[in-house]
């Protein structure tokens, strides 16, 4: 026998799963919100998530032929970017705002720190943080049948409004962002995702019991005096659950961890509903957990096989 073994490093798995196949199953999974978004905004919503997407994927191509790197545009990161940018901007936002939105979310959020893989926070994520602090009145413009209105949220901080139903919340007949207003759109993206494995159910499903549960506990008017069902259907909590806080660069890669991050995202999101000036949490829980994702990490990690544990 003359054939050789030749045993080479890790890894030693392989799937048929690529950036780009992840990257178009994310895609599909938005497109009942982006649907959902159409129907109640008209075509401006379409036009908007064009124009975000395209910018994304015009700032990236742009900068990386600048810098003589490889062009990585077809892996489609980019546009997943610019739809979720969409996704999180209301539905009459500028066009040309929307483009510095997507420029900052591809070259300060994601190509300064080295490209696909290695950003710190969710790009997506920092550009809406970046465009609320630059425009917030642009930011923070609601319309629902081309009537300006408050956000269930907004309702809910200042009162004085009577609340949209719990169905126009869950169906979406309600102002918003863009992804934000219907509830049954993003659940069934989400299915979407699950069936496909491209996420798993422990960030999403913590994340948003967390602040239900905090959110009746705590309550606006004084301890279990929340309403928890209307609070997770309200804002961008499932948009945030499903679509941002499960980035695989940005969220912790064990199950423990990953399990911990979203506690801690439901603790923050809770907290600055009930407690902040701010009537929505999720962006900016989010954000703050991405930071600390590198910490769970390297506290919540597997054993090495052979390893015993210390704790033994």
């Not at 054939?3 to 950036?19: C, D």
């Not at 069936?195 to 309550?219: H, Q, S």
């Amino acid at each position: 026998m003359n054939e050789k073994l030749i045993v080479s490093t890790s890894p030693h798995v392989h799937a048929n799963v690529t950036v780009r196949t992840v990257m178009v199953d994310v895609l599909i999974a938005l497109l009942p919100a982006l649907a959902a978004s159409a129907y109640f905004f008209g075509v401006r919503a379409l036009l908007l998530t064009a124009v975000t997407a395209a910018s994304c994927a015009a700032a990236e191509y742009l900068w990386q032929r600048l810098l003589g790197k490889p062009v990585t545009i077809s892996d489609g990161s980019a546009l997943v970017t610019g739809v979720l940018l969409a996704m999180n901007v209301p539905p009459t936002f500028p066009f040309w705002m929307a483009v510095v939105g997507g420029v900052f979310a591809i070259i300060v959020v994601k190509q300064f720190f080295g490209g696909l893989g290695k950003n710190v926070v969710n790009p997506a994520l920092a550009a809406r943080a970046f465009l609320l602090a630059s425009w917030p009145g642009a930011m923070t413009s609601w319309t629902v049948d081309g009537v300006s209105t408050a956000t269930a949220l907004g309702i809910l901080k200042e009162g004085g409004q009577a609340l949209p139903s719990l169905m126009d919340l869950f169906v979406g007949h309600v102002g918003g962002c863009l992804g934000e207003t219907s509830v049954l759109a993003l659940v069934i993206g989400a299915g979407w995702l699950f069936w496909r494995r491209v996420i798993t159910p422990e960030i999403p499903v913590v994340y948003i019991a967390t602040t239900g549960l905090l959110t009746w506990i705590l309550g606006r008017e004084g301890f279990f005096t929340g309403n928890g069902l209307y609070e997770i259907f309200a804002g961008g909590l499932f948009l945030g659950a499903i679509f941002m806080a499960t980035d695989y660069v940005t969220s912790p890669m064990t199950v423990k961890g990953r399990i911990l991050f979203a506690f801690g995202c439901g603790v923050i999101t809770t907290l600055i509903r009930v407690y902040g000036n701010y009537p929505e949490g999720v962006s900016f829980a989010i954000l703050i957990m991405n930071l600390v994702t590198p910490l769970i990490d390297r506290k919540v990690k597997p054993l090495r096989f052979g390893e015993v544990s210390s704790r033994g």
